[in-house]
């Protein structure tokens, strides 16, 4: 199946974790990937891993999201290399401040995550916006978080997060019918990003979700391939959990699993 053939698309920060995975599953769908990270080796490592893997072009661009000249670069790199970008993928979100209170929150940081999380996440849309996809449409991907909407105690990081999603809906409306723009929800998924906000055993975390295990990158990966791809043609604005259940659980650590009589699909 190669929904995305002759399609380029630009995965921002996908050197490794739940980037790195959509990164390889849409070349395995047949796009060319552009993929973006600061630090140089292990993102060309990254891009040659899913170079070999699946016989796609990759290119690898060293580049700070937070940093506006990073991001003009990137852009221009991609359309200087494979002449068009269709499909683009905001990766990106940091949460240095963990889940400090509201109320210790040093504000420079949270500038920062903002400037992050969300600022490059914006601008990155506008100029692929202005490169390609104002003449020739295209599709968009925020990388958002079930706690954007409920209290995960992570008070800057949930904040960055709600913000982004206000920024998808309004961007589906005004990018419409050219652009669609979606975002994903994950809860917990298994990336370094997770572990220093871990604090409990893998299997206790994992018992409180239906499914009854913690996300892979790749779960988040195959939901990125569809809600970009042509046979999500009409749904923007959308933003879909990736979750395992985790919003809708009614206990939350002692769930046992697998629940009697529940499939396990
Ligand atoms: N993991 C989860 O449980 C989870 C849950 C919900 C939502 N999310 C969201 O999913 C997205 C990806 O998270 P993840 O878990 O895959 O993270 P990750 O495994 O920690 O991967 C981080 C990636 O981002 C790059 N990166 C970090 N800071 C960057 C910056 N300032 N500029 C450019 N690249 C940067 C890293 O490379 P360098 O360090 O070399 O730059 C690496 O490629 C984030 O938006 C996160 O908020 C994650």
Partial sequence: MTPFEDRTALVVSASRGI?????????????????????????????????????RRTLAITAHSR??????????TVMDTFGRLDLLVYATGINPA???PAVDLDLDCVRRMFETNVLGALHFTQLAWEAWMKENGGSVLMLNTVAAHAV?????????????????????????????????????????????????????AAASYPMGRLGEPEDVARAAAFLLSPRASWIT???????????????????PHPAPGRPVL
């Fill in 152 to 204: 995960f105690r992570m008070p800057a990081y949930s904040a960055t997060k709600a913000a982004l999603h206000r920024l998808t809906e309004d961007l589906a409306d005004q990018l419409a019918p050219r652009v669609r723009v979606n975002a994903l929800a994950p809860a917990f998924i298994r990336t370094s990003f997770m572990e220093p906000i871990t604090s409990v055993p893998e299997e206790t």
């Fill in 237 to 255: 604005g959308t933003t879909l959990r990736v979750d395992g259940g985790k919003s809708v659980a009614t206990a939350t650590q002692d769930r």
């Fill in 67 to 76: 940093e506006e000249k990073d991001r003009q670069a990137a852009v221009e």
């Fill in 98 to 100: 963990l889940d400090l």
């Fill in 19 to 55: 980037g790195y995975a959509i990164a390889a599953e849409l070349a395995r769908q047949g796009a060319s990937v552009a993929m973006t990270a600061r630090t140089e080796d292990p993102l060309r490592e990254a891009a040659g891993r899913i170079r070999e893997e699946t016989g």
